[in-house]
Nanobody, 121 residues
Framework: QVRLVQSGGGSVQSGGSLKLSCAASGFTLDYYAIAWFRQAPGKEREEVSCITSADYRTTYLESVQGRFTASRDNAKHTAYLQMDSLKSEDTAMYTC??????????????WGQGSQVTVSA
């Protein structure tokens, strides 16, 4: 079955850390840029980070810059989002998505199932 399978997430106190994983199943992650999105209740979905396919360049939402780190291990067909110094406003459903090509733009062919991240004050 061709899909992205997420793991990680959960509940943590403010200032804590969590790591999300996004594993490709049934396809090669090498030729896809990976984006992480989040959506909180009552808010629009926003792109948190992107890691390109060829040279692993990363971009981040300004509010998470310096706290979140996106990475990938193509040999393990897996992308990661390390989240440190978490704040209550980071509480949301986080979802990874794979876009064919170099950048996180255009269509996304595959989506993860989502991981809930809850940060308590």
């Amino acid at each position: 079955q061709v899909r992205l399978v997420q793991s990680g997430g959960g509940s943590v106190q403010s200032g804590g850390s969590l790591k999300l994983s996004c594993a490709a199943s049934g396809f090669t992650l090498d030729y896809y840029a990976i984006a992480w999105f989040r959506q909180a209740p009552g808010k629009e979905r926003e792109e948190v980070s992107c890691i390109t396919s060829a040279d692993y360049r990363t971009t981040y939402l300004e509010s998470v810059q310096g706290r979140f780190t996106a990475s990938r291990d193509n040999a393990k067909h897996t992308a990661y989002l390390q989240m440190d110094s978490l704040k209550s406003e980071d509480t949301a459903m986080y979802t990874c998505a794979a876009a064919p090509g170099y950048r996180c733009e255009g269509r996304y062919d595959y989506w993860g199932q989502g991981s809930q991240v809850t940060v308590s004050a």
